[in-house]
């Protein structure tokens, strides 16, 4: 999350959002971790376990254990669907041409839960509800 990079700001939601969402699953008994960049801001929330300080291999072996990943367009993203690994990847499709479409840049053989918000500029339109109901869909 960065105020100042245009690119990452649309590319995850703003950490207020996160916070949000890690409270809310937090009061349906999920444990919920922050990987990135031990430099990236902490998000302060006492249901938030900081892992910001693993090596890839690391949080590779972490995010394996957990029950699924939620994240925005990353690089975890990515790599963890490479092992077929329960995933709800946030996108929002910022500029309306096809070269811009978040569905070009899923993660290879996806096969797993996408939320996506069409032709909106502000992945920030992404409702915690939704993301609430995608993990009881993934769930089932």
């Known amino acids: 999350y960065s105020n100042n990079d245009l690119t990452i700001k649309q590319r995850s939601p ?3 959002f996160w916070i949000n969402l890690a409270d809310r699953l937090a009061k349906e008994s999920y444990h919920v971790m922050q990987f990135g960049h ?3 801001e902490k ?3 006492r249901n938030i376990e900081d892992c910001r300080d ?9 995010i394996l ?3 699924m ?3 925005g367009d990353t690089g975890a993203s990515h790599l963890i669907n490479s092992y077929g690994f329960p995933a709800i990847c946030l996108y929002s499709q910022y500029k309306n041409d096809h070269k811009n479409n978040p569905t070009a840049f899923l993660p ?3 096969k797993n839960n996408l939320i996506s918000i069409q032709g909106v500029p502000d992945i920030n339109s992404i409702e915690v509800e939704k993301v609430l109901e995608a993990v009881k ?4």
């Open 69 to 71: 990943l939620i994240s």
């Open 65 to 67: 254990g957990c029950e």
């Open 14 to 16: 703003a950490k207020e």
């Open 43 to 45: 998000l302060e929330s």
């Open 54 to 62: 693993l090596t890839l291999f690391e949080m590779v072996r972490e």
């Open 137 to 140: 869909q993934l769930n089932s």
């Open 108 to 110: 290879v053989n996806y």
């Open 38 to 40: 031990p430099k990236s």
